[in-house]
Every structure is written in structure tokens, then in C-alpha cells.
Nanobody
Framework: QVQLVESGGGLVQAGGSLRLSCQASGRTDNRYIMGWFRQAPGKAREFVAGITWSGDSTDYAHSAKGRFTISRDNAQNTVYLQMNSLKFEDTAVYYC?????????????????WGQGTQVTVSS
């Protein structure tokens, strides 16, 4: 079992930046792919970004490329999502996720473990 706790959400003006953090605990010895998803009101949850255990490979949704950066610190069991040039349409609840399969996460938008989510609101 892996427990995930997100932090760093909040209210920001369009064009601003936020950095989300996700602290993992429990069975963190497995080499989990870590990722971020988001769900806007009335929409399905969607993949945003993912990173392999080593950090040498990342995946991004088209909407995140060039604006968001995912990173991780395995010594701290923490994954980050730096979000720049935020837009109104980035408003959503952002979820941290952990899975052993990069394909499940980035292609199928599935994951074994989920955090509770953190709200990001971008004002236009």
C-alpha cells in the first residue's frame, strides 16, 4: 500500500505559477511511476504528467507541455508539479498517482494509488 498526500494548491491569477507537491508513504520501496491527474467540474479525470522512478523519462499531456514540469526526489519520497503560465482552463482538482506501469498511467489514465486531491483555481 502507498499513501499519497498532495499540497500546494490554491487560487492564482491567470499567467501565474503554482508548485504542487505529493508526499508518498508506505511501500515506497517499489519503483513506482509517479504522476499527476486533474479533474475539472463535469469532466472526466485526465492525465497531466508522469515520471519514471529514475526521473529520466517523463510524459506530458498536450495541454501541459511547455508549461508544466514534473520532477521527483526519491530521498524525500516526493513528486512535484511546477505549473507556469496558468490558464483559466487549468482549474481543477489535481490528484497525485502512483503505479508500476507507465502505459497504464500515461496512456490508459489508470493508477493503483491515488491521493485525495488538491484544488487549483485560476482566475481569469
Amino acid at each position: 500500500q502507498v499513501q499519497l498526500v498532495e499540497s500546494g494548491g490554491g487560487l492564482v491569477q491567470a499567467g501565474g505559477s503554482l508548485r504542487l507537491s505529493c508526499q508518498a508513504s508506505g511501500r515506497t520501496d517499489n519503483r513506482y511511476i509517479m504522476g499527476w491527474f486533474r479533474q475539472a467540474p463535469g469532466k472526466a479525470r485526465e492525465f497531466v504528467a508522469g515520471i519514471t522512478w529514475s526521473g529520466d523519462s517523463t510524459d506530458y499531456a498536450h495541454s501541459a507541455k511547455g508549461r508544466f514540469t514534473i520532477s521527483r526526489d526519491n530521498a524525500q519520497n516526493t513528486v512535484y508539479l511546477q505549473m507556469n503560465s496558468l490558464k483559466f482552463e487549468d482549474t481543477a482538482v489535481y490528484y497525485c498517482a502512483a503505479d508500476l506501469s507507465r502505459v497504464r498511467m500515461a496512456v490508459r489514465s489508470q493508477s493503483d494509488y491515488w491521493g485525495q486531491g488538491t484544488q487549483v483555481t485560476v482566475s481569469s
